[in-house]
């Protein structure tokens, strides 16, 4: 599976658990750490987990493993590391707190699958 369609499955994943905000930033030519980012929210800390298996899942339906997970237990922000696609599940005020997407503002931001065309970051 590549880095562009395990992040469309990751990011499907969230939609499917009713994440708000799924977004995609292409970080290929930015970064080593990763080719893709899938940054997304819940509303409480029980949707944020159950967002996060939802990938998990997803993912090791076709023989991805997550590397490593971190903040299930609080679930204010959960960080899974499928290798080249990290996933952000956020709670809306960590989301806005730590602002990802302005961090890595120059990156491309992809919407989720349902609309494919690429979005300028601002």
């Known amino acids: ?26 970080l290929r030519g930015k970064t080593t750490m990763a080719d893709y980012f899938v940054i997304c929210e819940g509303d409480t800390d029980r949707q944020v987990r159950a967002v996060a298996e939802g990938m998990v899942e ?10 490593a997970r971190a903040g299930v237990e609080e679930a204010s922000w959960i960080c899974i590391d499928f290798d080249s696609v990290i ?35 601002p």
């Not at 997803?58 to 590397?67: D, E, I, Y």
């Not at 709670?91 to 990802?100: F, K, Q, S, T, V």
């Open 1 to 26: 599976m590549t880095p562009l369609q395990l992040s469309r499955l990751v990011a499907d994943a969230a939609l499917s658990k009713k994440a708000r905000g799924v977004v995609r930033i292409d």
């Open 87 to 121: 996933a952000h599940i956020f709670l809306p005020g960590e989301r806005a707190y730590y602002d990802l997407e302005g961090l890595w503002g120059p990156a491309r931001r992809v919407r989720p699958r349902r609309s494919e065309e690429l979005v300028a970051a």
């Open 58 to 67: 997803a993912a090791s339906g076709t023989g991805v493993h997550a590397l």
